[in-house]
């Protein structure tokens, strides 16, 4: 669902993006298998992160980017869609 106003998505934009518990999971196996860089924070169903946009896919506004958590790891998203939820991505609010 898009916001009211709010431009379309594009290539190098930021946005908000809420892990899902299959995120957290993909997090926790990579961490398992590379302790050795696996440092920072616990992530967690529900964390907004920052996502950096690499591709806008569709005029549903769908996009594909890395997520930046808070530790050292990254996290691919790919064709996440616009809203609230878990999995989706949105705006950050303005300042």
């Known amino acids: 669902m898009a916001q009211a ?23 926790t196996d990579e961490r398992e298998r590379h302790p050795e860089t696996a440092y920072g924070n616990k992530s967690h169903p529900g964390d907004v992160v920052p996502l950096l946009v ?20 990254r996290l691919w998203i790919a064709d996440a869609a616009e809203g609230d939820g878990l999995g989706e991505w949105h705006y950050p609010p303005k300042a």
Do not use: C, M, W
Not at 15 to 22: D, G, I, N, P
């Open 5 to 27: 106003n709010t431009p379309d998505p594009t290539t190098g934009r930021i946005v908000h993006y809420a892990l899902t518990e299959a995120d957290v999971d993909r997090i």
């Open 54 to 73: 690499v591709r806008a896919l569709d005029e549903e506004r769908h996009v594909s980017g890395q997520a930046f958590l808070d530790s050292a790891e």
